[in-house]
C-alpha cells in the first residue's frame, strides 16, 4: 500500500520570503510524485510531478521539487512567494503496483502575508 | 477527520453498460467534487456542487452526470458506458471551519470499459 504524509497543516510565511512544504511518502516500488494546487472555490490544478530522470521538478508559478529516494521525500520550495501563492497544496503519489491510482496527503494550506 | 466513501474501487464493464459511480461523506460538508484522471496522471474537474440539488459542472467536458439530492452523498452516473470513459475517477469533499477550507479525498474508482 502507498501513503503520503504533509507533515505541516498550515505554514505562514511572510511575502518575498522562501518557503518549503514538506512531503514524504511510503511505498514498496518505484513511485510517480505530484504536487497540486487549489486556490480558494477552484479545482485543483497540477504544479508539476516527477516520473523519471532528474531529481530536481521544476513546475509552473516558481515552483520546484526534489525527489529523495532515500528519504522517500518530495518536498515543495520557492524562493520567494507572493500573495497570490496563498492556496492549499496537495501532494500525491501513485505506482504502477496501484494501477497508477493517485493518493493524496492532507494538504498544507500556504498563508502568504504583506 | 472526514471520511469519504467509493464505491466501487475496481470497475470492469462492457460498453453501452449504464453505471454509477458512489461517493458518500460522513461529515455534513456541503462543497462536494468529481475529478477525473487523464493517461498523464493530471486531474480535471469534471462536477462540483454547493449543497442539496446545486450541481455544476467543471473544467472538462464530461459525459457524465451527477446528482445531490442529498448532503452525505454524490453519484455520478455514465447512462452509456464507452472505453474512452476508462480512467480514474476521484471524489473530494470540503470542510469550511473559521472560513478556512480544507479538503478531504475519496480513495477513486478505476473503471475500465471494454
Known amino acids: 500500500a502507498q501513503s503520503v504524509t504533509q507533515l505541516d497543516s498550515q505554514v505562514p510565511v511572510f511575502e518575498e520570503a522562501p518557503v518549503e512544504l514538506r512531503c514524504n511518502y511510503s511505498?514498496?516500488?518505484?513511485?510517480?510524485l505530484f504536487w497540486y494546487v487549489q486556490y480558494p472555490n477552484q479545482g485543483l490544478q497540477l504544479l508539476l510531478k516527477?516520473?523519471?530522470?532528474?531529481?530536481l521538478v521544476k513546475g509552473i508559478n516558481g515552483f520546484e521539487a526534489e525527489f529523495n529516494k532515500s528519504q522517500t521525500s518530495f518536498h515543495l520550495r520557492k524562493p520567494s512567494v507572493h500573495i497570490s501563492d496563498t492556496a492549499e497544496y496537495f501532494c500525491?503519489?501513485?505506482?504502477?503496483?496501484?494501477?497508477?491510482?493517485?493518493?493524496f496527503g492532507g494538504g498544507t494550506r500556504l498563508m502568504v502575508k504583506p | 477527520e472526514a471520511d469519504i466513501y467509493q464505491t466501487p474501487r475496481y470497475l470492469v464493464i462492457g460498453t453501452g453498460k449504464k453505471i454509477t459511480l458512489e461517493c458518500s461523506q460522513t461529515?455534513?460538508?456541503?462543497?462536494m467534487y468529481w475529478y477525473q484522471q487523464d493517461p498523464g496522471m493530471e486531474l480535471h474537474l469534471i462536477h462540483y456542487?454547493?449543497?442539496?440539488?446545486?450541481?455544476e459542472k467543471g473544467d472538462l467536458s464530461s459525459e457524465s452526470t451527477v446528482s445531490r439530492i442529498r448532503t452525505e452523498h454524490f453519484p455520478l452516473t455514465l447512462e452509456s458506458a464507452r472505453p474512452s470513459h476508462t480512467s480514474q475517477y476521484l471524489c473530494?469533499?470540503?470542510?469550511?471551519?473559521?472560513?478556512?477550507?480544507?479538503?478531504?479525498f475519496g480513495p477513486g474508482t478505476r473503471l475500465l470499459v471494454l
Open positions: 473530494a469533499s470540503r470542510r469550511v471551519t473559521s472560513g478556512q477550507e480544507t479538503q478531504y
Open positions: 456542487s454547493y449543497g442539496v440539488n446545486s450541481t
Open positions: 500525491a503519489v501513485s505506482s504502477n503496483n496501484a494501477g497508477n491510482m493517485l493518493t
Open positions: 511505498s514498496s516500488v518505484s513511485v510517480y
Open positions: 516527477y516520473l523519471s530522470g532528474s531529481t
Open positions: 461529515m455534513g460538508h456541503d462543497k
